[in-house]
């Protein structure tokens, strides 16, 4: 596969243009892993990615129980090549000391089974340690080369800044903010937070690009996912879904056949994000790599800025 990789952040760390995401990967309490998927999907789809070099993988200590994390350690192992791995720490109530950071840390690399983590991201700033405390355990976890670039996720504007500056001091930069955005997400795109990360020179990572499937066509009013998706996608909103569904299927179509999933993750590149679109088999790795064969026009972002603005929040 032919596609440039990109700086992350302003670190030495270059990854492709999109990466995979691995929530799915062995967790059966959202996803219902084991149920209609399985390692060996898992495993064919890691396979996939590897093969087209898409070797950036994001997971977190609390996907699967560390399932996730358990998971890519092994296949990892078998395949030999390098990757770029990017896991995170939860923030729990319960973790209130600096020393917290590198345990949770030694769990993941353990799991993980490397010596190394890519990129280390606090999860979501909702934690009782404070910023100054967080960052500085960050920046400790790098010296002692256990990460090589440090990340945040779920970040506003202003604690972005605010957690960009703290680094800064330590002499590491805040690599990557890792937030929900899609044609059914803009909120990161009105708030400013895009430009604010585009200025400060951290990567946003777009979590959820695809809605969590909603943008894929599968799902419509009569047929809504079964799962916990169900609660957060009332049928209410996926009714408002065809308008936009049928323009990035005409889209889609113009490009040579191209599915609603390339369509939804070349607008998030189109926006300057770093997808990393959650898969849980062969196919769905292939169709999701070969957004980076082509490219959305100018124009056809515009369009679809449009309809998705028409289908209102949900
Ligand atoms: N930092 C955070 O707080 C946070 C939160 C959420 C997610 N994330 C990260 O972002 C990653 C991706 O987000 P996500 O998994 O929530 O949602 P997503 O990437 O928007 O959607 C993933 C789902 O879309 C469907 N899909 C994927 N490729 C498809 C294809 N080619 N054709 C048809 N359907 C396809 C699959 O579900 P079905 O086949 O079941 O329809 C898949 O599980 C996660 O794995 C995780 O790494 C981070």
Redesign the pocket.
């Not at 995401?21 to 799915?24: D, E, H, K, N, V």
């Not at 979590?207 to 499937?213: C, D, E, T």
């Given at each position: 596969m032919n596609f440039s990789r990109i700086p992350l952040g302003t670190t030495s760390l270059e990854i492709p243009p999109l990466g995979i995401?691995?929530?799915?990967w062995g967790d059966k309490m959202f996803?219902g892993y084991g149920r209609g998927y399985g390692e060996a999907d898992i495993r064919e789809a890691f396979d996939t990615c590897m093969q087209a070099g898409i070797n950036f993988f994001?997971?977190?200590e609390v996907?699967g129980l560390g399932q996730s994390e358990k998971m890519i350690g092994r296949f990892l192992k078998a395949d030999g090549r390098p990757a770029l791995l990017a896991t995170?720490f939860f923030p729990f109530p319960f973790r209130l000391t600096k020393g917290s950071l590198q345990r949770a840390l030694r769990g993941s690399l353990r799991r993980l089974q490397v010596d190394t983590v890519d990129l280390y991201?606090i999860?979501?700033p909702f934690g009782l340690i404070p910023d100054k405390t967080l960052m500085q355990s960050l920046a400790d976890a790098a010296s002692a080369g256990t990460i090589r670039a440090a990340g945040v996720?779920?970040y506003n504007p202003e604690r972005t800044r605010r957690c960009a500056a703290l680094l800064k001091t330590t002499g590491l930069s805040l690599a990557s903010n890792?937030i929900?955005f899609?044609l059914l997400n803009r909120k990161p795109e009105k708030e400013g937070l895009l430009n604010l990360c585009r200025e400060l020179g951290v990567t946003v990572i777009a979590?959820?690009?695809?809605?969590?499937?909603m943008?894929?066509g599968?799902?419509t009013a009569d047929s809504p996912?079964r799962d916990f998706r169900g609660n957060r996608y009332s049928r209410e909103f996926l009714s408002r879904l065809p308008p936009l569904l049928d323009l990035m299927r005409e889209i889609g179509r113009a490009h040579g056949g191209r599915?609603l999933?390339q369509v939804a993750l070349n607008w998030t590149i189109g926006k300057g994000t770093v997808p990393?679109?959650?898969?849980?088999n062969k196919?769905?790795a292939e169709?999701?790599i070969a957004a980076l064969e082509w490219r959305l026009t100018g124009e056809e972002i515009a369009q679809l800025d449009a309809a998705s603005d028409a289908v209102g929040s949900r």
């Open positions: 995401g691995a929530w799915s996803w994001d997971t977190a996907y995170k991201q999860h979501q996720s779920n890792q929900s899609s979590y959820s690009p695809l809605a969590m499937g943008l894929s599968r799902y996912p599915s999933v990393i679109p959650g898969v849980k196919r769905q169709d999701v």
